[in-house]
């Protein structure tokens, strides 16, 4: 299975030291050439993706750095990022891959749900999180991506008991997984299967959240028509 080259890395770690449009246009055909690499690599990882899932559409973030309202003005990133969307609006909840020396690592769940999305998630788990803690309590899951990133609030939101025995998960303000790769990993043959092999265990908790971001809150489906 194909794997990143070294030249990746090299292009990330001097790109950081030399952050600057002139060093970037005498290096553009470098990029470019890594641009086709990681072009490559994400079609490959899609396609393992869609052996265990539904994926629509893989997305390379640019590597220019929007600085309008930063008071950071180097123009270019210092990572590459590539995201996996799923397929059809019932399938919520989505795949992230980070690759930067020293700091890679992959992400999935609801970085920032909307306000409805949210107190959606929320009401459920005021009525029933049984079945949500058995699913982020596995075994498998548990031991490759660790815990729940949840950034919780202080307190309790706004029309939910602070005594409710789901507070914990009724404060989350985002359901997601992170996960690091050294870069021994990264640059080798197997990185590519490791990703699929941990996106694969967060099915069930996708699933999960999928069911209940497209019902309301009576559980009837949103889209029993369609």
Not at 139 to 154: H, M, P, Q, T
Not at 155 to 169: A, E, Q, Y
Request: net charge positive.
């Amino acid at each position: 299975m194909q794997k990143l080259s070294r030249n990746v890395f090299l292009f990330l770690e001097e790109i950081k030291s030399n952050n600057n449009r002139d060093w970037f246009e005498i290096n553009k055909l470098r990029y470019n050439k890594i641009k086709q690499e990681i072009a490559s690599f994400s079609s490959i990882l899609l396609n393992e993706l869609n052996k265990h899932d539904d994926i629509e559409s893989s997305k390379i973030f640019r590597i220019y750095r929007d600085i309008r309202f930063s008071n950071d003005k180097t123009p270019y990133k210092t990572n590459i990022g590539i995201s996996f969307k799923r397929s059809s609006i019932k399938l919520r909840g989505g795949y992230y891959v980070h690759i930067k020396p020293n700091e890679s690592f992959v992400a999935c769940g609801f970085f920032n749900p909307n306000k409805e999305d949210l107190y959606r998630i929320r009401k459920e788990f005021e009525f029933d999180a049984e079945e949500f803690r058995d699913i982020i309590n596995k075994n498998a899951l548990k031991r490759s991506w660790g815990v729940i990133d949840g950034n919780s609030l202080k307190t309790n939101p706004r029309g939910f008991s602070k005594d409710d025995p789901n507070i914990d998960l009724i404060r989350m303000r985002r359901y997601l997984f992170v996960k690091k790769y050294n870069d021994k990993l990264v640059l080798s043959s197997n990185f590519i299967r490791t990703i699929s092999e941990d996106f694969r265990l967060m099915r069930p908790f996708l699933d999960y959240m999928s069911v209940v971001l497209s019902s309301d809150l009576n559980g009837v489906s949103l889209f029993e028509n369609e």
